[in-house]
């Protein structure tokens, strides 16, 4: 009896204990945390790469934006985006150079060379990390770690001493040399070997020491080995020299490819005892940025902790001109001035699925939240007018919508070496006219985007210089004018085309066939069967039979790149922010077919004229003669509609009221560092939202009880049954 | 018994050949080492060059079965299918082509998985077979049909329904526990309660049905009947008697599962945000990453071998006259 009540108690003291847990019960974080200055975030894919050198994804640009800090960086809140020093005192210098490296004029037609100067900043250290701690003797300390020492090691941090040390010249020169190893696999070293003087004699060079190195189980240091175009000028000036003008080589001083590199953290993530237990720097980075990574379990949680080196840096200040030019709204200008960073944790969950997610973020327990399309109905509301606003019960909750247009297009490419929607015949350039009028942008953007995304006018999305407003930035192949308004042609003038092309009402003048064209796509998938009626009712519509070719995304690829595929789908999303890096991608030399697959023009494109005016354009300044030569471009690419000009999508995010200074920067990785939380509304608001219903509970156990007492009777009944049945 | 078992592993070894065989086979049919460059590098900016020196660094480079350009013994040796298949056979897995240590993170997530799977399977296990002896206690009432009905009805439903519903009826509405989440050690156990709960409640239909049918092919064998005549009372004869003869049949069914505990699952994991190995063999197919795929695939095949040697063993544990030989 006594044991019978004893596991009663037990059973009731924990379920107590249970739900008095934390002050609501359901809350999933730390309670003491959710206090704090603390973000709750999360990730649905685990970043799979965080080494600068090699990371090329947004979701891993995410994490190590806060960590890893390159030259330069965006200003968070000017519009157009704007390049300003990060871990330099001012801009880089450029210097302009003859073949003879005499120093000559912007302009000038000498131009050989262009040599870039970065001062850096003297008040920059790296994060404490065990790589740099050192021994008596000066050398590191866990220099030569082996599978004993590190029984207990799961993370760098477990090693019992960390240190810190400035941030050198030689760490950038450091981080480009590692970019050479092609061992490291770094996505931007071919385009970077074109640019960078020397660098490809000193890649070729370093990969062979690389291989031998390591056949031989030996580490390898970069610091004795130079390139010719990377020269360390003193501690903290580094010179790099570029072959001819590049201009947007500013832009990639902003990203993680250059970000530094300490030596002594290659060194001592190169020891195979590390590597076996996954500590490498690819999981576990060691820069100068605003925050480190405490943890990175990619299977369950990602924190970064305040880094206490951190560099004194201010929240941005804007002048009355700029606000206004940026459409900076006051609320966040209200820190101005003040010291960076605010957020002193983050906590990245991982969620796979959008449910839970999205119910988390509506009880409070994530301070921001993208939309699904499940929860789009839920969160937003469309006007009649079109105007996209938050639905009742966000509103209720405090709940913050923002919005951008993102630098990035997806469109519907024809290959132009195909002989049926290819070439450059008149009759050629209307049968793509005349599909690109039917292909209805706004329906598509209606039906399947929940208004998410604008029409695309031509190659150059919003935000990047050469995009145009109004009447001025219409596609007047595609649109008209009228009243103000962008208006879709209408029907007849793309069938009138479609005539003059040789295909009256779809039917081919030289067949007497209707025209069937093929599109190459990956949406294989259920959901996208209603996509694929539209996409077919498109062509139908003048009379052209599409025969949807669904693929997997290997086969697909295979197919464009070595231009076996008529008419496919892709997109594309800005490195930076200049029309170089749109207009490249129909440049007639990226061609792929020309290119054994390894080039960008992936619809084959070309045309003399376009490519003269690319060449010309690319290592201009933003200048009203650079914005004529976008518009001349512009011109052409709508006459020959080697696309049809998809959409400009628009990313929408949600963020509670206590989450503060949130502005879309589509540029910008490190914007963590301008955040702000305020805990005890969070947790006021946490607490309103999920006090626990306890009634169901009660009712459960009565209902148990009851349960258990009739089941006891019954049993009772059936056994004196079973006695009476047998005695008779 | 110990001989059995010994020519049971050696049986396994070429039934693991085989697999393995089938596994290279199928994913490079679907996938060439170009595009499986492509898909851990990203798709832009890839050149060739790249693409080589990531094969290179892997072996991919190598052909799958025959290499011409070795001589003799070589021929077969140095290619992807033996270079890759021996490491297996030691327990080997290498490094994901993500550059992980793929048996560190075997072990990391096997923990979260087991957290989920192993109080479920033991719960459900006597859950369900408490229930099915009370139904076939009251076998022919109104309660064994009316639990039958529902138990049908249980298992009509897809498992996602319940994890969806359990999400929105414990944790939006009544705001008992945690939608999802993990910690580890007894902070964790407001994580699990849900889980394990669904995870138990979406078995119950078909485990009850199956164990009810167990037990009421022995009800009325002679000795249910000797142990009643003796004066014992039902609950003595169900679990003394009838669970006892009952157990062979259940341990086939059980006892084979019992090893892929360690695999976890793949929805229950995803949804409730378990850093288990129930989506690891996926997310690998999905990010083209052989290593991880054939490791995992690898370890299936043990553990179900595993499976059916401890179900042989379990059976003379239960049933003295099963011997082994």
Not at chain 2, 11 to 38: E, H, Q
Request: hydrophobic share 40%.
């Amino acid at each position: 009896m006594s044991k019978v009540i004893s596991i009663k108690w037990v059973s009731i003291l924990l379920s107590i204990s249970i739900f008095v847990y934390a002050d609501v019960w359901n809350n999933p974080h730390d309670s003491q945390k959710v206090k704090t200055d603390t973000l709750f975030s999360s990730f649905s894919l685990p970043p799979k790469k965080l080494d600068p050198v090699i990371s090329y994804s947004m979701n891993e640009w995410a994490i190590i934006g806060q960590i890893y800090e390159p030259p330069l960086q965006y200003n968070y809140l000017k519009r157009p985006y704007t390049l300003e020093p990060l871990t330099l005192t001012t801009l880089p210098t450029i210097r302009y150079l003859d073949k003879d490296n005499n120093e000559v004029e912007e302009d000038s037609d000498n131009v050989m060379y262009s040599e870039y100067i970065l001062e850096i900043r003297k008040d920059v250290k790296y994060q404490n990390h065990p790589s740099f701690v050192k021994n008596n003797t000066g050398e590191l300390l866990y220099g030569a770690l082996d599978k004993e020492s590190l029984e207990e090691i799961e993370t760098p941090y477990d090693l019992s001493k960390t240190a810190t040390r400035n941030l050198y010249a030689e760490d950038y020169a450091y981080a480009i040399k590692r970019m050479a190893v092609r061992q490291n696999h770094s996505p931007v070293l071919d385009s970077m070997l074109e640019h960078i003087v020397g660098l490809e004699k000193f890649s070729r060079m370093i990969t062979q020491i690389a291989k031998e190195k390591n056949q031989n189980h030996q580490l390898l240091d970069l610091r004795p080995y130079t390139i010719e175009g990377v020269t360390v000028v003193d501690s903290h000036t580094l010179q790099i020299k570029m072959k001819g003008k590049y201009p947007q080589f500013l832009y990639w001083l902003s990203m993680n490819f250059f970000a530094p590199i300490p030596w002594e953290a290659d060194m001592f993530y190169q020891q195979d005892a590390l590597i076996a237990k996954n500590i490498t720097l690819n999981w576990f980075p060691v820069g100068t940025g605003a925050y480190y990574l405490a943890e990175n379990n990619p299977n369950k949680q990602m924190r970064l902790l305040r880094n206490p080196n951190y560099h004194t840096e201010y929240y941005p200040t804007l002048s009355k001109e700029e606000q206004a030019a940026s459409h900076v709204p006051k609320d966040l200008l209200k820190d101005a001035g003040l010291k960076l960073p605010f957020i002193q944790e983050v906590i990245y969950s991982l969620e796979k699925e959008s449910i839970p997610l999205w119910n988390k973020f509506l009880q409070g327990y994530y301070d921001a939240s993208g939309i699904s399309s499940e929860a789009f109905d839920q969160a937003v509301q469309i006007s009649t007018s079109g105007n996209m606003g938050l639905s009742q019960e966000m509103e209720e909750k405090g709940i913050v919508l923002k919005g951008s247009v993102q630098p990035s297009i997806f469109y519907l490419a024809f290959n132009m070496v195909d002989p049926v929607v290819g070439g450059y015949s008149l009759a050629a350039k209307k049968l793509r006219q005349a599909i690109s009028i039917a292909q209805n942008q706004e329906e598509y953007i209606s039906i399947f985007m929940n208004e998410r995304g604008i029409a695309a006018q031509g190659i150059i999305p919003p935000g990047i210089f050469g995009y145009e407003e109004g009447e001025e930035g219409t596609n007047k192949v595609i649109y008209d004018w009228v009243k103000g308004k962008r208006v879709r042609k209408p029907l007849n003038v793309a069938k009138r085309l479609l005539a003059e092309a040789g295909y009256p009402n779809g039917i081919s003048e030289k067949t007497g066939k209707p025209l069937k064209l093929y599109y190459d796509t990956t949406a294989t998938g259920p959901d996208d069967r209603a996509l694929m009626d539209w996409q077919r009712k498109q062509f139908d519509k003048l009379g052209i039979q599409l025969v949807i070719r669904a693929t997997d995304y290997n086969r697909f690829q295979d197919k464009v790149r070595k231009g076996k595929a008529q008419l496919f789908s892709w997109g594309w999303n800005a490195d930076y922010p200049d029309p170089e890096n749109f207009f490249f991608l129909l440049y007639g030399g990226n061609a792929s077919v020309d290119t054994n697959g390894a080039g960008i023009n992936s619809s084959n494109y070309k045309n003399t004229k376009f490519d003269t005016l690319f060449t010309q354009m690319k290592t201009m300044k933003n200048t009203p003669k650079r914005m004529q030569l976008i518009k001349e471009m512009t011109e052409i690419l709508r006459e020959d509609a080697p696309w049809i000009w998809g959409i400009h999508p628009k990313s929408l995010a949600l963020s509670h009221q206590w989450y503060q200074n949130v502005l879309p920067n589509d540029m910008a990785n490190n914007t963590l560092k301008y955040k702000r939380i305020n805990a005890s509304l969070r947790v006021k608001k946490q607490q309103e939202w999920n006090q626990p219903v306890i009634f169901p509970f009660v009712l459960l156990v009565l209902f148990s009880i009851l349960m258990g007492f009739l089941l006891l009777r019954a049993y009772h009944n059936r056994q004196k049954m079973v006695i009476y049945k047998e005695k008779q | 018994m110990l001989s059995y078992i010994i020519r049971r592993i050696l049986y396994a070894v070429p039934i693991l050949i085989g697999v393995n065989l089938i596994t290279f086979l199928l994913f490079f049919m679907v996938n060439s080492p170009d595009d499986m460059a492509r898909a851990q590098l990203g798709a832009k900016q890839v050149s060739p060059e790249l693409i080589h020196s990531w094969k290179e660094a892997r072996g991919y480079d190598k052909p799958l079965f025959i290499n011409y350009e070795s001589a003799g013994i070589q021929k077969a040796t140095d290619t992807l299918f033996v270079q890759e298949s021996l490491k297996l056979f030691s327990f080997d897995f290498g490094f994901s082509d993500a550059n992980r240590d793929i048996g560190s993170d075997i072990k990391e997530r096997m923990v979260p998985s087991l957290a989920i799977a192993l109080p479920t399977f033991l719960i459900a296990l006597i859950t369900n077979i408490s229930l099915a002896l009370l139904l076939v206690l009251f076998r022919g009432s109104v309660l064994d049909t009316s639990m039958m009905i529902l138990a049908v009805m249980i298992m009509s439903i897809s498992g996602l329904f319940y994890i969806i519903a359990g999400q929105v009826l414990f944790s939006k509405i009544w705001h008992w526990v945690p939608i999802s989440g993990y910690e580890s050690g007894w902070d964790g156990i407001r994580f699990i309660i849900l889980p394990v709960l669904i995870g138990v409640f979406a078995g119950i239909g078909a485990g009850v049905r199956w164990y009810r049918s167990i037990f009421l092919e022995q009800i009325n064998q002679d000795y249910v009947r000797t142990a009643r005549a003796k004066g014992l009372s039902e609950l003595k004869v169900l679990f003394g008697h009838v669970l006892r003869n009952g157990m062979l049949p259940i341990l086939t069914g059980v006892v084979v599962i019992i090893p892929s505990l360690f695999m976890g699952s793949l929805i229950m994991e995803s949804f409730f945000g378990i850093p288990g190995l129930g989506s690891y063999t996926i997310d690998a197919i999905h990010a083209q990453d052989f290593a991880i795929v054939k490791a995992m695939v690898f370890l299936g095949s043990v553990l179900y071998i595993v499976g059916l040697i401890l179900t042989d063993i379990s059976y003379t544990l239960f049933d003295p006259r099963v011997k082994l030989s």
